[in-house]
């Protein structure tokens, strides 16, 4: 592996990326399918866990998923946390969500690895585009442990992130049709830009590794929402 970014130097990245986090409609452009995966976890989440009165958003962002579920959720009445790393995006967050819930939004600087999320506490986690920052096996582990501790019985976690391919050739393939998607977006350059931060700071893990790791740390229920290349939206419940 080469030497990938550290926390600051990914948080620094974020804290002067705030714009192009904060469009509800595009999401994160970058990318595939980022509209259509923030409908399915925020839409599947809401069904599975309809009562929900506390969410976790972690790597929040500017907002944008704990947005759309609150537009799903039956009520106002739901108390949301925003968990990230970027003081800007939690501010934009913060401000955004504030207007959407008549209750209470609370926001945690700082690494998912390093949070106190407490036992039992949240009805609804969600996780866009973070986890693929986590490095190694034991590091997964904690962090899927650490969230089925923190949700309630019949909570539900929701992710939607990079993944890797199993098969060096697959891997090839889906990266050599991102590369395509990105160029036919912008250009050659926007490419290369986004493939050099993709080596400089992440490691993903691929589908099946996180569906099965989610089913050995406890949750059942898991499901398969979307999966378009190198991306995928995937859930999972906690047993009443």
């Not at 009562?51 to 759309?68: F, M, P, Q, R, T």
């Not at 036992?119 to 650490?146: G, N, P, S």
């Not at 350059?189 to 400089?200: H, M, T």
Request: glycine letters at 6%.
């Amino acid at each position: 592996m080469c030497m990938k970014s550290t926390v600051e130097e990914i948080r620094t990245r974020f804290d002067d990326d705030v714009e192009r986090f904060s469009n509800l409609e595009t999401g994160q452009a970058a990318t595939i399918d980022a509209p259509l995966v923030m409908d399915l976890i925020t839409e599947a989440a809401s069904l599975v866990t309809p009562d929900a009165k506390d969410v976790l958003d972690i790597g929040c962002g500017a907002g944008n998923y704990s947005l759309k579920l609150l537009q799903r959720l039956p009520g106002p009445d739901v108390n949301v946390t925003l968990l990230d790393l970027s003081r800007p995006m939690l501010d934009r967050a913060q401000q955004r969500v504030g207007e959407a819930t008549s209750e209470d939004v609370n926001d945690l600087q700082g690494d998912i690895r390093d949070a106190d999320l407490g036992e039992a506490r949240y009805d609804i986690v969600m996780a866009a585009a973070v986890l693929h920052h986590l490095r190694d096996d034991d590091q997964w582990e904690a962090v899927f442990t650490k969230v089925y501790r923190a949700l309630r019985p019949g909570g539900s976690f929701w992710i939607s992130d990079l993944i890797e391919q199993s098969h060096p050739a697959v891997q090839a393939m889906t990266m050599r049709r991102y590369g395509d998607y990105l160029v036919s977006m912008r250009d050659v350059s926007y490419r290369d830009a986004v493939f050099d931060y993709i080596q400089k700071e992440d490691t993903p893990r691929p589908l099946m590794y996180q569906l099965d790791l989610m089913r050995r740390v406890g949750f059942v229920d898991v499901d398969v929402l979307h999966k378009h290349g190198c991306g995928a939206a995937f859930g999972g419940v906690k047993a009443r």
